[in-house]
């Protein structure tokens, strides 16, 4: 067992949603992708202000002293510098600061899941108290290509201490699956990304996202019979709907955490908000499989177990549904004005 | 101290001055004046110059030294007064106490401002540096919205309407159009007023007083050797200058200055009289609620009945005050630093009856009313004519 | 719109609300004050942190806008009392076509404020709180 827990978590998604319907009826397209609506940065948001309210949320739940937390780790694929951390910025607005270190960490939809193994690690050596990783995106994607039916703003912040009675879920294992896999990518300058199209399946999501699942059932001697959920990567409800059933899992194991229909793909945030919406409803001693994936390629997968403290700290930050809920319907040409603003 | 007297005037037309520099306007505005007076170049002793912003405008600081140097009146001491847009009735002011002290006999009181040079956003934002730079400006702050934000709550406080502020603009614009050197001379209607882009809601273009350049200037003598000089002088009578917080969020009242009410007291005191015995003043109508502000301020109604009072006709001719009869800032033009000049000079030809066809019939006592920024400072002059 | 060095410096205030108080007379003051205007040298002012949560005073949409801010017309900008007492200029955001009154209710959030000469300048704006 690595010794951490979650002692806080909090999620934030932007106030703004369009529907897809809306786009594909711009672009002449077919609204195919199971997603209803996805949520939009406002012109005064960006990676950095959308991963301070959700570590603000997180530290409501978390209820310690700030000063206490000697890591912050922001994943994103969208950060607001090319050279300065958000981290930084997130640690200052949270008063992690000065006695703390920090960084910016960078793996498409993953990089979140990256901050937190690198903060179960920190903590577990004991050389921390506590530490914050984030996982906040604000997607970038070309106006009329297929990305821009998916991609979404918002943000996820975990809050890990060392395995103990302040924790509200328990790390029972990590376990990654890495290959080197272009799938997606973005060359410095260009403004969007591009994508494999077709490649992105098979290959890259559901061979990383099966090995990371399985990988950590046989690491931890666990099958799907004994989780209470499981949580991946959602760019779409297929994707993770078709890994569940693969790896065994029975549809009301993968519901509670597959949000993406609502807020659409949140990217760094994504199985990190998915977490969230399980962690809102979850009781105590229940068992969670979280499987992130990242594009070039990679999947991070967690066992969490759940404590009696949960309950407690679920009512002390927005849940991610009172975020689901909190919209307002924009359509096409303000989604255009506020992703032109937001540069 | 002695008492001192405006022995002579000059005034630039205020408006885009395209083909006028900075220098030429101040040598205009002064050249009239020392006419005016009857005196000399080689008789002035100190200079007072009112200027805002020349560093930002026009990219040149130590303005007065170019002044003195300008007019060929090395080695005379000249002093550039800034208090935003109370630089010129506070450049008044110590003049007038340099005077009194009996420091100079002869000394010249003048505002110059030049704000065409730079586009729009350019004025605007060196405008705002009068405001709160750290926690107005740094918001996205800017002058009207400020002085929206008392529009609006003095509507909320008093039920102030929006037609009552277009009632000071047309006002203004009708006394604007008798006067030679205003920037605007067209009359405007209320509705013109009403459909007016909006700048800052509740303010329109036409409740805003325009970006102008122009230069004004007064000679000011012992009000005891006055007559030597001109048949008609004109007493300073009372001189009043306060403060107030710089940000609108520190202030006790959104719709109050507290600045105004301050110096008028002081200015009151000096002068011996009370408010309702001044038949005409110049006050500071930035925006058209900035007029309806200061006769409450200035003690012409009570706190709240500006508006009506307006409505009334109280503050045309023929009402109760004549305000702003040259125009005001908002039809006369604001070129900053030298409006709080423009204002006595006003009110130095109202009292010698020479206003032509804005003049207050029988003006024996007169205001004026200079406010910097959103009302952190205040300055105010009572005049009174010499018999 | 600031320099690096004039924004960096009031960081503590912007991202985090952190005012002062008197320990003398008990008034808070956010924005800072360096000095108790009621007690002056009396006064003994320390670092206080406000909550965020206030009623709107007045406001006003702008539509002329301050150099930096044009992306941003029409922009709404409040007055605000704070819980504490003290006032405060902010931005409104997240209106989303909620009519502006006089008396709302907001909490201020974590926001870019500008964007002028490269550096991101983040700060406070204010949130309506919805009475649920």
Known sequence: MPGAGIVGYGVYLPIYRIKISEIARVWGKKADVGIEEKSVAGPDEDTATMAVEAARNALKRAGVNPKEIGAVYVGSESPPYAVKPTATIVAEAVEATPETTAADYEFACKAGTAALQACVGLVSSGQIKYAMAIGSDSAQCRPGDALELTAAAGAACYIVGSASNECLAIFEGLYSYTTDTPDFWRREGKPYPSHGGRFTGKPAYFRHVLAAAQGLMRKLNLTPQDFDFVVLHQPNPKFPMQAAQELGFSPEKILPGLIVQHVGNTYSASSLIGLAAVLDQAKPNQRILVVSYGSGAGSDAFSLKTTEVLESKKPLAPSVEYYIKRKVLIDYGTYSKLKYLGG | MRKVAIIGVGITKFGELWWSSFREIFIEAGIQALGDAGISGRDIEAMYIGNMSAGQFIRQEHVACLIADQAGLNPIPCTRVEAACASGGLALRQAIIDVASGMHNIVIAAGVEKMSDVPTEGAVGALASASDQEWEAFVGATFPALYALMARRHMHEFGTTEEQMAMVAVKNHDFANKNPVAQYRSRITVEDVLKSPPVCTPLKLLDCSPISDGAACVVLAPADEAKKYTDTPILVAGSGHATDTLALHSRKSLTRLDATVEAARRAYEMAHISPSQVQVAEVHDCFTIAEIMAIEDLGFCKKGEGGKMTEEGQTNLGGRIVVNPSGGLKGKGHPVGATGIAQAVEIVLQLRGEAGKRQVEGAEIGLTHNVGGTGGTAVVHVFRRMN | ?132
């Open chain 3, 1 to 132: 719109m600031a320099a690096p060095p004039r924004f960096w410096r009031e960081i503590p205030s912007r991202y985090n609300l952190i005012g002062t108080r008197c320990r003398n007379c008990g008034k808070v003051f956010f924005p800072p004050r360096y000095i108790c205007p009621n007690c002056r040298r009396k006064g003994n002012i320390e670092p206080y942190k406000v909550k965020g949560r206030g009623k709107i005073v007045s406001f006003t949409e702008v539509h002329s806008p301050a150099p930096g801010f044009e992306k941003q017309v029409p922009y709404v900008l409040a007055l605000i009392e704070l819980e504490e007492g003290c006032r405060v200029l902010a931005q409104l955001t997240d209106l989303a076509g909620h009519e502006v009154k006089i008396g709302d209710e907001v909490e201020m959030v974590f926001r870019k404020i500008s964007e002028e000469g490269e550096v991101i300048c983040y700060g406070y704006k204010a949130r309506p709180v919805k009475s649920s």
